[in-house]
T-cell receptor
Framework: EDQVTQSPEALRLQEGESSSLNCSYTVSGLRGLFWYRQDPGKGPEFLFTLYSAGEEKEKERLKATLTKKESFLHITAPKPEDSATYLCAVQRIQGAQKLVFGQGTRLTINP | NAGVMQNPRHLVRRRGQEARLRCSPMKGHSHVYWYRQLPEEGLKFMVYLQKENIIDESGMPKERFSAEFPKEGPSILRIQQVVRGDSAAYFC????????????FGSGTQLSVL
C-alpha cells in the first residue's frame, strides 16, 4: 500500500530562519511527487511536481528536491505569508488519476 | 478565469438526511476528482470522473455515497442517510488532462452532521 509520511507535523520559525520539511514515501512505481500549499479554509494550491530522483524545482523562497525515498521542501528566509500547511502527495504509474497525500506540515512563521 | 467552484461552502445536516455537494470544474477541464479530509487526517481520494463516466471510484465507501458528472451541469457528490462520521471537508479538483496533470482544487464544502 502506498504511504506518505511528513515530518515534522508542525514547525514554528522566526522570520528569516531557513528550514526544511520532509516527505518520506513508499509507492509501487512512482510517476510523480507533488507539493501543495493549503491555507486555512481553502483548498490545496499546487506548488511543484517532481518526477525523478535528483530533480529540483524552485519558486521564490521554496525549493523542492527528490530522492528515491523522500522529498524535501526547503524554505529560505521565510516570511510570515509563508505560513500554511504544506502537503506532499505521490502519484503512481498505475492508477495515475489519484494522489496519495501525507498529513501535512503546519508551518508558522513569526515576524 | 473562475477557478473550481464548490457549493455550498458549509452544509449542516441531521443524521439520516441527504447531503448534495456540487462542483463546477475550471473552464475547459473535463476531469473531476473528489477528495475527503477528515479532522486530523490527510486528504483521501474518493472518486475520479469524466463527463458522464465514473473512471475510478476505488476510494468511495461502498454504501450511501455516489457521484456523477453529467454532460451538462456540475459534478455532484451525494451522501444518503448521513452519519456523524461523514462530517468532514470535501474537496473537488479538476484537471485539463489525466495522469500527471496538476490538480486545481476548490475551496471545499465543510459538512457537519448533527
Amino acid at each position: 500500500e502506498d504511504q506518505v509520511t511528513q515530518s515534522p507535523e508542525a514547525l514554528r520559525l522566526q522570520e528569516g530562519e531557513s528550514s526544511s520539511l520532509n516527505c518520506s514515501y513508499t509507492v509501487s512505481g512512482l510517476r510523480g511527487l507533488f507539493w501543495y500549499r493549503q491555507d486555512p479554509g481553502k483548498g490545496p494550491e499546487f506548488l511543484f511536481t517532481l518526477y525523478s530522483a535528483g530533480e529540483e524545482k524552485e519558486k521564490e523562497r521554496l525549493k523542492a528536491t527528490l530522492t528515491k525515498k523522500e522529498s524535501f521542501l526547503h524554505i529560505t528566509a521565510p516570511k510570515p505569508e509563508d505560513s500554511a500547511t504544506y502537503l506532499c502527495a505521490v502519484q503512481r504509474i498505475q492508477g495515475a488519476q489519484k494522489l496519495v497525500f501525507g498529513q501535512g506540515t503546519r508551518l508558522t512563521i513569526n515576524p | 478565469n473562475a477557478g473550481v467552484m464548490q457549493n455550498p461552502r458549509h452544509l449542516v445536516r441531521r443524521r439520516g438526511q441527504e447531503a448534495r455537494l456540487r462542483c463546477s470544474p475550471m473552464k475547459g477541464h473535463s476531469h473531476v476528482y473528489w477528495y475527503r479530509q477528515l479532522p486530523e487526517e490527510g486528504l483521501k481520494f474518493m472518486v475520479y470522473l469524466q463527463k458522464e463516466n465514473i473512471i475510478d471510484e476505488s476510494g468511495m465507501p461502498k454504501e450511501r455515497f455516489s457521484a456523477e458528472f453529467p454532460k451538462e451541469g456540475p459534478s455532484i457528490l451525494r451522501i444518503q442517510q448521513v452519519v456523524r462520521g461523514d462530517s468532514a471537508a470535501y474537496f473537488c479538483a479538476s484537471s485539463l488532462g489525466q495522469g500527471g496533470e496538476k490538480l486545481f482544487f476548490g475551496s471545499g464544502t465543510q459538512l457537519s452532521v448533527l
